[in-house]
């Protein structure tokens, strides 16, 4: 017997029966917060029974307060199909070959209204029937490397990652696209970085903001962005491509260690810091930004390098922190530390002994910045100069996540604190600048005191 009531039960069953309304049926409810008009949808079977649901007019869904509900009729009855449809990828002589990896980011989904989580759609012929305009960019194969959420990635992902990368590239790959979650993204992109040097094709990162049954999600354009640039950049490097502003109008290619996720949920979440994005992407056209960049090439030549210790950690200094926390750090024998620091790179001198125990212990340990934007000076002041003479080491305007990874990255390689150094401060590709442009810090806020900045937001379509 057909279930009409998927998902539902207990007092939202009743008043479905009451009105006789049938999930997949067009319907109307009249509630004491107005007038609503969809189709009702079936609940995730984890779901309580104190809401139904409705997908109205504009795509969003809704849930009905069942205590707010007066009357209801059903007015149709189509049962949806929510599989997003699989066609056969073409093959067209002369396009790009692009290798898609997925790590578990939805960029393109569908909807599971049984448990009411978001399936992503990865084969290539699943995201043929999802965004057909690929077609027209690349020639798609893809492989699912794993399926973790973004904050689940870690150092063996990020090792198999990039020896699955080296791979493709020595199998004559033109171009490099990784599916992502965005909580994450950037750190992986750094941790490629290091990992994959002096690749001869583009690594393109991507990820979605908002998944793909939504009106305004942006996957399906980030994955066209990406795709173009995989296949026709000539830039070289390991790159994050999201939307550049929060309108569909291009997106940007942010170098992998010079980006930073900035907003929970805007669509143009992501930027450069202390630099500018490297190019805009359109789904036709790629705009240089900067003249500097790793070229395309047609060898085959590449260096992997995946390695990544996992005793290190990092620390956001804050007032009156306890020097216990470095101690506890020391004993449980991280190898690491990287000092999130205020101002130009300080901590309190409560924490000089805990300081000097770590470092006396063999501990490595770095200084960057809660600011964000700016340089460690730590020469400026006593505090600096201390900390310095203890053994903390400036890593100049890197980024704390970069700082993290690349220590990681660093101590995989030997244990050597002279070596470490070496590498931390020999900038590989721009996690360390000579000076941040003066288009590489901008914060704008508004308000009827800043006459410029409101003209600026007007003429900027969010």
């Not at 939805?106 to 305009?133: H, K, N, Q």
């Not at 990635?153 to 090792?159: C, E, H, R, S």
Request: charged share 20%; hydrophobic share 35%.
């Amino acid at each position: 017997m057909q279930d009409f009531f998927q998902g539902y039960k207990g007092r939202a069953l009743e008043v479905l029966k009451k009105y006789n309304v049938r999930v997949w049926g067009q319907a109307t409810f009249e509630t004491t917060r107005g007038q609503f008009v969809g189709t009702v949808l079936p609940r995730s079977e984890n779901d309580d029974d104190l809401h139904i649901v409705m997908k109205i007019a504009t795509g969003y869904n809704v849930g009905i307060d069942i205590e707010t509900v007066t009357k209801a009729k059903e007015t149709g009855y189509k049962k949806a199909n929510y599989k997003i449809p699989e066609k056969e990828f073409p093959y067209t002589e002369g396009l790009p070959s692009v290798k898609l990896f997925g790590t578990g980011g939805t960029i393109a989904s569908r909807l599971d209204y049984r448990t009411g989580a978001v399936i992503p759609a990865f084969s290539p012929g699943e995201l043929y029937g999802a965004v057909p305009e690929l077609a027209d960019i690349c020639n798609l194969t893809t492989e699912k490397v794993f399926a973790v959420f973004s904050e689940n990635m870690g150092p063996a992902q990020y090792k198999q990652l990039a020896i699955a990368i080296g791979k493709e590239i020595e199998n004559g790959i033109d171009g490099i696209v990784i599916g992502h979650g965005t909580d994450t993204l950037h750190h992986t992109a750094s941790a490629l970085s290091f990992m994959v040097q002096n690749s001869p094709v583009p690594i393109i990162l991507v990820g979605s903001q908002r998944s793909s049954d939504r009106p305004s999600s942006d996957a399906a354009l980030n994955l066209i962005h990406a795709n173009y640039a995989a296949g026709h950049s000539d830039i070289a490097e390991v790159l994050v491509c999201m939307f550049g502003p929060t309108s569909d109008d291009y997106g940007f290619l942010h170098r992998g260690t010079r980006v930073r996720k900035m907003h929970s949920s805007y669509r143009s979440t992501f930027r450069t810091i202390g630099d500018i994005p490297l190019a805009t992407v359109s789904r036709d056209k790629i705009v240089l930004q900067k003249e500097k960049y790793n070229h395309r090439r047609k060898d085959k030549n590449v260096t992997i390098l995946p390695y990544f210790e996992e005793k290190v950690t990092m620390v956001y200094y804050y007032p009156h922190m306890n020097p216990e926390i470095i101690d506890a750090m020391v004993d449980m024998g991280y190898k690491g530390i990287v000092v999130v620091g205020t101002g130009l790179g300080h901590i309190n001198k409560e924490l000089y002994p805990a300081i000097e125990r770590a470092t006396a212990k063999g501990v490595a340990i770095y200084m960057t910045l809660q600011t964000i934007w700016g340089y460690v000076h730590m020469f400026v002041y006593d505090t600096g100069r201390d900390l310095m003479a203890k053994g903390i080491i400036p890593l100049g305007n890197m980024l704390p996540e970069v700082a993290f990874v690349k220590l990681g990255w660093a101590l995989g390689q030997t244990s050597d604190l002279t070596k470490v150094k070496e590498i931390m401060l020999t900038p590989i590709n721009d996690e360390i600048t000579e000076r941040e442009p003066y288009n590489g810090y901008l914060v704008y806020q508004g308000g009827k005191g800043v006459p410029e900045v409101e003209k600026f937001i007007k003429n900027f379509r969010k």
